[in-house]
């Protein structure tokens, strides 16, 4: 079973405590909107996927890898 976030903060810590790193930072990947509508269908990726997008043209970003980009 998946771990929950206090046991996978903790091994975080060990892990950081062993490695001697500081600080330790929480991202919540769940914040945003593709994220929660994934967690609503249970982890399915696949849900809405004729909506997704790999361009970032605003930013010249023509695919999902930075090597893609032009300038």
Same mark, same amino acid.
């Given at each position: $079973?998946?771990?929950?976030?206090? /046991?996978?903060?903790? +091994? @975080?810590?060990? $892990? @950081? /405590?062993?490695?001697?790193?500081?600080?330790?930072?929480?991202?919540?990947?769940? @914040?945003?909107?593709?994220?929660?509508?994934?967690?609503?269908?249970?982890?399915?990726?696949?849900?809405? +996927?004729?909506?997704?997008?790999?361009?970032?043209? /605003?930013?010249?970003?023509?695919? $999902?890898? +930075?090597?893609?980009?032009?300038?």
């Amino acid at each position: $079973s998946p771990t929950t976030v206090q /046991e996978t903060l903790q +091994m @975080a810590r060990e $892990s @950081a /405590e062993r490695e001697q790193l500081k600080p330790i930072y929480i991202i919540d990947r769940l @914040a945003g909107a593709r994220e929660r509508e994934i967690l609503r269908h249970h982890g399915d990726h696949t849900i809405n +996927m004729g909506e997704l997008d790999d361009f970032d043209l /605003e930013d010249g970003e023509r695919g $999902s890898d +930075m090597r893609d980009r032009h300038g």
